[in-house]
């Protein structure tokens, strides 16, 4: 199995439909994750997580899984991963 990811839906529908036509590919499809990452950079190290946590949840439903990416030297890097 390979996944590819496109940049809009039109393109994936597009590389779906050529795939299609080679003998060597035996099924293709478009697939709609459930989930997604969303992605925060440049956050102080001393931000509040549950901040963020507080905001995501009021606009969105909510969140499976957070992230606080650290360094070499386990200091926060400034980036912020949320699995809505």
Not at 17 to 29: D, G, I, W
Not at 58 to 83: E, F, H, M, V
Request: positive net charge.
């Amino acid at each position: 199995m390979v996944e590819f990811t496109c940049r809009t839906r039109r393109s994936a529908e597009n590389l779906a439909e050529a795939l299609s036509t080679r003998e060597e590919v035996t099924f293709a499809r478009v697939r709609d994750p459930e989930y997604t990452d969303v992605k925060f950079h440049w956050v102080p190290s001393d931000f509040p997580d549950e901040k963020i946590q507080g905001v995501i949840n009021t606009l969105c439903r909510d969140i499976r899984y957070s992230q606080i990416p650290k360094d070499r030297r386990g200091k926060a890097n400034g980036r912020r991963i949320y699995n809505i």
